[in-house]
C-alpha cells in the first residue's frame, strides 16, 4: 500500500537478521566469506543478539554512517577495503565523540597479529574458528551490563507491536480516508528518517539537548501511527538527555533503529478492511 522504498533503506549490503529479531544494540560483522558471515551470525543469534553483514571496509564505513553499532567484529583482510583500513577511518570520523569497539577476528595466527591489530586502532582479538564462549565473553567485555535479549521472547513483541501500527493505520483509513492515510504514513516514514538521522547527529556532536528534542518531537508522531514502541524508546531518550548527557543514547538509538524497521515493514503490509 505505501510506497517506503525512497524512505528508508538499510545501511548494508546483506541483511542477514530474521524478521522481528531485535536486541540492546546492533552488532556488526565484517566478513567477506559467506560462509563465515553465516556461522558468525547464526553464533550471534544465539546469544541473543542482532547482527548486520558488510562484505568490506567500504559497506563497513557505509553502514556505521547509518546505525549506530554497538560493537564491530572487525575480518582483518578483506576485497577493496581492508579491516585495518577501514578501523583507521572509523576512529578518524569517530574522534573524540565515540569509540565503538572493534573487535579483529582473523584467521592469521601468526606471531605479533594480535599486537597488530591493537596498534591498528581494534580493541580485541578473535582467531577463526571463533568459538560461541569465546565470543560471549569477548563482546561482554566490551559492552559491559548489556546483556543480549533471547529472540523468542521479542518475535512475540514484535507481533504485538505489528498488530498495533496496522491497526492505527487502519483508524486513520477510517478518519481520514485511505488517500490522506497514505499521505500521512509516507510522510512519517520519510521524517521518521530525517529525525534518526538527526539524533545520530546530536550523538555525535554530544549535544544532549538536539537528542532531547528531536527525541521529543519523534515521539508524538510516533503516536500517531501506533508505533508503541518507538514511542516508549523516544521517551528513554528524552528524559535521558534531558539531563544533559548523551551516556546510554547510542543503545537505545540502536534500538530504535531496529523498531522502525518493524513499523516501516507493518505498513507496507498494510491493507485497509
Given at each position: ?30 566478513e ?6 553465516k ?55 569517530e ?16 606471531y ?78 520519510d ?12 550523538l ?7 537528542v ?40 537505545l ?8 524497521v ?12
Amino acid at each position: 500500500m505505501f510506497n517506503t522504498e525512497s524512505a528508508f533503506k538499510p545501511g548494508v549490503r546483506k541483511d542477514m537478521r530474521p524478521v522481528g529479531a531485535c536486541a540492546h544494540g546492533h552488532i556488526l560483522v565484517a566478513e567477506d566469506n559467506a560462509v563465515n558471515q553465516k556461522v558468525a551470525v547464526r553464533l550471534l543469534e544465539k546469544l541473543g543478539y542482532q547482527a548486520d553483514v558488510a562484505a568490506n571496509g567500504l559497506e563497513v564505513l557505509e553502514a556505521m554512517s547509518r546505525v549506530t553499532y554497538m560493537v564491530v567484529l572487525m575480518d582483518c583482510h578483506m576485497p577493496e577495503m581492508d579491516g585495518f583500513e577501514a578501523t583507521a577511518e572509523i576512529r578518524k570520523r569517530e574522534g573524540s565523540a565515540r569509540h565503538t569497539p572493534i573487535i579483529a577476528v582473523t584467521a592469521n595466527a601468526m606471531y605479533g597479529e594480535r599486537e597488530r591489530c591493537l596498534a591498528g586502532g581494534m580493541d580485541d582479538y578473535l582467531s577463526k574458528p571463533v568459538k560461541q564462549e569465546e565470543l560471549a565473553a569477548t563482546i561482554k567485555r566490551w559492552l559491559p551490563g548489556q546483556m543480549p535479549l533471547q529472540p523468542s521472547v521479542n518475535n512475540s513483541t514484535h507481533d504485538e507491536s505489528t498488530k498495533e501500527v496496522q491497526a492505527a493505520l487502519q483508524g486513520l483509513c477510517e478518519e481520514f480516508g485511505p488517500e490522506m492515510a497514505i499521505e500521512i504514513v509516507e510522510l512519517f516514514l520519510d521524517d521518521t528518517v530525517s529525525q534518526l538521522s538527526a539524533l545520530r547527529e546530536g550523538l555525535t556532536r554530544l549535544d544532549a539537548r538536539a537528542v532531547a528534542r528531536t527525541a521529543h518531537s519523534l515521539k508524538g508522531s510516533c503516536g500517531n501511527v501506533g508505533a508503541s514502541a518507538m514511542v516508549g524508546v523516544c521517551l528513554q531518550l528524552e528524559n535521558l538527555s534531558t539531563s544533559g548527557t548523551v551516556e546510554g543514547v547510542a543503545p537505545l538509538l540502536a534500538q530504535l533503529e531496529t523498531d522502525f524497521v518493524g513499523v516501516r515493514r507493518a505498513a507496507e503490509r498494510f491493507k485497509p478492511v
